[in-house]
């Protein structure tokens, strides 16, 4: 990989369902060992773009490279094997599984057993639930619990990059914390991440490179702290709420 070799590098990305274009041209970059977070109002097309990263989707147009290897073609699974592992916005434990099956599905692409026992014992140091809950049903975990154990089970592919869809849906604000201490936890542990959130000043706050997706396209770019406090942002976004409010008359 050269100096100019991005990370992950999204080119032109135009991508829909079969109807009109949801992703309208999209171009940014995403910078190793960091955490990039991508904001944006409801159906701006965030949730689209990690389903062409991941190759749940393929674009009309355009191009994405990790580390300078395409990605559009190759299937999700190839996609996981590169070290692309996303986290889906919606829950995907299987709840009648115990905890501990759900993580070790983690490391399907995995034959190795032993490799698959040395990854567990790292996974249930970082994430003391996966021991204390082991045995129990995913299913029977909070929200927060299980997003989680979601985490842990990405890791089980060690991967490079980790794609986190709206990770604070539904959690409280205790919670909340805890998940965002845990992505910081990931990433202090070499892990790339790049995420989706509607938290966006938390988000933010935490992520070193901001992006702002408006109708299918980057509105803004810029470090954590310059999309956070651009004015226009808070309008957009954030209900206004980073602006003063009028003084009443
Ligand atoms: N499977 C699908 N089939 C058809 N249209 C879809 C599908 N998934 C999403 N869309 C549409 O694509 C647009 C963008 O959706 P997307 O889920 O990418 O938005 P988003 O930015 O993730 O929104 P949210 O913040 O609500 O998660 C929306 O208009 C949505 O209705
Ligand atoms: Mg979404």
């Not at 689209?48 to 991941?54: F, Q």
């Not at 434990?93 to 057993?113: K, Q, T």
């Amino acid at each position: 990989m050269t100096e100019s070799t991005p990370f992950l590098g999204i080119e032109g990305v135009v991508a829909g369902y079969g109807g009109g274009d949801v992703l309208k041209g999209v171009d940014f970059t995403v910078k190793e060992g960091g955490v990039t977070c991508i904001v944006g109002p409801n159906g701006s097309g965030k949730s689209t773009l990690l389903k062409v990263i991941s190759g749940l989707l393929k674009p009309r147009l355009g191009q994405i490279y990790f580390k300078g290897t395409p990605l559009v073609g190759l299937t999700p699974r190839a996609i996981l094997k590169l070290g692309i592992v996303q986290v889906p916005q919606n829950h995907s434990l299987f709840g009648e599984m115990s905890v501990e099956e759900n993580v070790e599905l983690g490391a399907f692409i995995v034959r190795d057993r032993s490799v698959i026992a040395r990854r567990m014992d790292s996974v249930r140091e970082m994430f003391p639930i996966v021991a204390e809950r082991a045995k129990d049903k995913a299913g029977s975990l909070s929200s927060g619990q299980q997003r989680l154990v979601e985490f842990a089970r990405c890791l089980m592919l060690e991967p490079e990059l980790v794609v986190l869809d709206e990770p604070s849906m539904g959690l409280d604000p205790k919670t909340l914390r805890v998940m965002f201490d845990t992505v910081k936890m990931m990433n202090a542990m070499g892990r790339t991440v790049l995420l989706v959130e509607q938290n966006a000043r938390q988000a933010l706050k935490m992520s070193h490179h901001g992006v702002v997706l408006e109708n299918g396209q980057v509105r803004l770019s810029g470090t954590g702290s310059e999309v956070l406090n651009n004015p226009e942002i808070g309008v957009l976004f954030l209900g206004g709420a980073l602006l003063e409010k009028p003084k009443a008359s």
